[in-house]
T-cell receptor
Framework: NAGVTQTPKFQVLKTGQSMTLQCAQD?????MSWYRQDPGMGLRLIHY???????DQGEVPNGYNVSRSTTEDFPLRLLSAAPSQTSVYFC???????????????FGQGTRLTVV | KNQVEQSPQSLIILEGKNCTLQ??????????LRWYKQDTGRGPVSLTI?????NTKSNGRYTATLDADTKQSSLHITASQLSDSASYIC?????????????FGRGTQLTVWP
């Protein structure tokens, strides 16, 4: 049981490059989301999806795009990387809305991105 | 403004000792409160989830308490082990919007020394 799998684990980009962070879950969860974690700050929501074909913006969406063509996959795209996007990115999934009741949220192991 | 504040920011204890981490929040309307453990270089892993009606929940050596009236929670770790060294994150969710959202604290970095 793989849970939530993120790739790559580490990435270095040059300013202006684009790339896609991959996230896949094998638990048939409807709800998936992307967070970024910066030193001294709590995790912040970038984008989320409540099911295939449905996505919406979170707290810090600028510079990122997402799509949800299947239940299993939720890739995060950086359109034109900037040094301010240097961070650790976490993907999370849950059976239902992540904030409701006792819904358990499962996190991937993270992608450490450095933009130079 | 909805916020989650944790204290202390960091803590060092000796193996076998107990410790208590604090979480104060201003999130309203409250839905639930979660404690996560995050090992270095890993994603957060859930320890406990408590709803409004629950005031204590245990998971092995971890015991979380919740006082919804004072908007405070604590995480007590008993008989600490070296593997307890990690960041402990308090997360509060609201039920004010259609989906609700999570508010993350900045975490308490716990180091357990032998």
């Amino acid at each position: 049981n793989a849970g939530v799998t993120q790739t790559p684990k580490f990435q270095v980009l040059k300013t202006g490059q684009s790339m896609t962070l991959q996230c896949a879950q094998d638990m048939n969860h409807e709800y998936m989301s992307w967070y970024r974690q910066d030193p001294g700050m709590g995790l912040r929501l970038i984008h989320y999806s409540v099911g295939a074909g449905i996505t919406d913006q979170g707290e810090v969406p600028n510079g990122y795009n997402v799509s949800r063509s299947t239940t299993e996959d939720f890739p995060l795209r950086l359109l034109s990387a900037a040094p301010s996007q240097t961070s650790v990115y976490f993907c999370a999934s849950s059976y239902s809305f992540i904030a409701s009741g006792n819904t358990e949220a499962f996190f991937g192991q993270g992608t450490r991105l450095t933009v130079v | 403004k909805n916020q989650v504040e944790q204290s202390p920011q960091s803590l060092i204890i000796l193996e076998g000792k107990n410790c208590t981490l604090q979480c104060n929040y201003t999130v309203s309307p409250f839905s639930n409160l979660r404690w996560y453990k995050q090992d270095t270089g890993r994603g957060p892993v859930s320890l406990t989830i408590m709803t409004f009606s629950e005031n204590t929940k245990s998971n092995g050596r971890y015991t979380a308490t919740l006082d919804a009236d004072t908007k405070q929670s604590s995480l007590h770790i008993t008989a600490s082990q070296l593997s307890d060294s990690a960041s402990y994150i308090c997360v509060v969710s609201d039920r004010g919007s259609t989906l609700g959202r999570l508010y993350f604290g900045r975490g308490t970095q716990l180091t357990v020394w032998p």
